[in-house]
């Protein structure tokens, strides 16, 4: 099997589980993050309407997951929201997908 054929079958198996475990609410949104090679993508969900509350993009690196950290939870506070919870989507909670966590931590949110 081709190496990253696996590993994307991987991430998703783990993806799969980690959704049947949280959701969001309104009150409660879930952050959802997504990294390409060139971008990360962090929305937040409100899984029992089925609608995104908002989103937003950076580059895929350290800072660029900083400023989209901080950037969802602007968006967050202006809608009135305090807590969330947190859906690395399967990746492993280093490098970016920390740097999104800890700069909306610091931004306000709890999670």
């Not at 060139?38 to 929305?43: A, G, P, R, T």
């Not at 280093?94 to 909306?104: E, L, M, P, Q, T």
């Amino acid at each position: 099997m081709n190496k990253n054929i696996a590993k994307t079958e991987r991430r998703n198996k783990i993806r799969k589980r980690i959704r049947a475990t949280i959701s969001g609410t309104a009150e409660c949104p879930r952050i959802s993050v997504y990294k390409s090679n060139k971008h990360i993508y962090v929305q937040l969900i409100d899984d029992v309407a089925g609608v995104t509350l908002g989103a937003t993009q950076s580059k895929s690196t350290v800072e660029g997951g900083t400023q989209a950290g901080s950037a969802i939870a602007k968006i967050a506070q202006d809608k009135g929201i305090k807590t969330a919870v947190y859906d690395r989507s399967g990746y492993e909670f280093h490098g970016v997908v920390k740097a999104v966590a800890d700069a909306a931590r610091e931004a306000g949110l709890d999670f």
